[in-house]
């Protein structure tokens, strides 16, 4: 696999102003990491072409081994990140369980919990009522909205963004739950954060500093049964349904967030030869079919050179 060489600027024209600091970035590549296929060249004119369609994209990539940042965009701009929210969530819900504060065989029962009909698991279900713990596992396999909603009715939101505070996500939040609409009194989006703060989180989890290294296993544990694999990780090959032990020694953990002109992405992928944490949004006009596909292709070709920088 290869990436096309970087195209050449065209005299008197300058870089869209959403990647001229990735672009500023992947100047100072390790020269290990700026060679050939390793490059992310492909991913920057991605994003490129997208933020030139009138899309706001955000990208954020750190090699796990030795801290540096490999391809950043515009990382520090706080956007929209629906689902990826559950994140902080579930941090706050494995703190809760590791210090006795709630138990994760407390049964909740679905009629006591918002109701969104739009998507989800649990409302398809025959059981009325399930224990913490599996509510925890539908909201990071599946980001069941309802199951999202009973927990966060269950530890409030602002014990989630205490959390974020005392991670040092200064530009993360949890702003609301699940909702099959939003009205004019409603936060606009679930949840908000930047790419440079989810690839950290992300990067915390696997080095067992998200808390500690209890609650970072057990989050680790219910992300990496995730289901959603059809952004970046659908350039991995990996079973949506058993990715857990990869016969060829992929580590993949990752959480993806969709609503209506919205797609974000934050995880780990670690292979043979090194791990990377990542995080891209991309916040676009949802007008077509076609809008919503050059998004998503942007987001596998990020997958695409990050298995390639890990193999």
């Known amino acids: 696999m290869g990436t096309p060489p970087a195209p050449e600027p065209v005299e008197g024209t300058s870089p869209p102003a959403t990647l001229r600091r ?3 970035n992947r100047r100072r590549l390790p020269r290990r990491a700026a060679i050939g296929r390793r490059s992310f060249v492909a991913t920057l004119r991605a994003l490129e072409e997208l933020a030139d369609a009138g899309a706001q994209v955000s990208v954020h ?9 490999v391809p950043v965009g515009d990382d520090h701009v706080t ?3 629906a689902g990826l929210g559950v994140v902080p969530l579930l941090i706050e819900v494995a703190a809760a369980f ?4 709630l138990d994760p065989l407390e049964i909740v029962d679905r009629s006591t919990t918002d109701l969104v009909t739009s998507a989800g698991v649990w409302r398809n279900l025959r059981a009325p009522a399930l224990p913490l713990v599996d ?7 599946a980001g069941d909205p309802m199951a999202v909603n009973a927990l966060l009715a269950r530890v409030g939101d602002d014990r989630v963004n205490e959390r974020l505070d005392s991670l040092g996500l200064a530009q993360t939040a949890l702003l609301d739950r699940f909702r099959d609409e939003r009205g004019p009194d409603d936060a606009p989006h679930l949840a908000v954060g930047t790419t440079r703060e989810l690839a950290g989180l992300f990067s915390s989890l696997v080095n067992s500093a998200a808390v500690d290294v209890a609650v970072s296993a057990q989050v680790s544990e219910w992300l990496n049964l995730n289901h959603d694999l059809s952004l970046v990780a659908a350039s991995t090959g990996l079973d949506p349904f058993a990715h857990d032990q990869d016969a060829h020694g992929l580590l993949f953990i990752n959480k993806t967030g969709r609503e209506r002109g919205v797609r974000a992405e934050a995880g780990v992928l670690a292979g043979p030869r090194s791990g990377i944490a990542y995080a891209m949004i991309v916040c676009f006009d949802d007008l077509s079919i076609t809008h919503r596909l050059r998004a998503h292709d942007a987001f596998r070709v990020l997958g695409l050179e990050l298995m390639e920088y890990a193999h």
């Open 22 to 24: 990735s672009q500023r």
């Open 61 to 69: 990539v750190t090699d796990l081994d030795s801290g540096a940042e």
């Open 79 to 81: 956007m929209p990140i």
């Open 98 to 101: 590791e210090s006795g504060a």
């Open 135 to 141: 509510l925890a596992v539908l909201a990071a396999t």
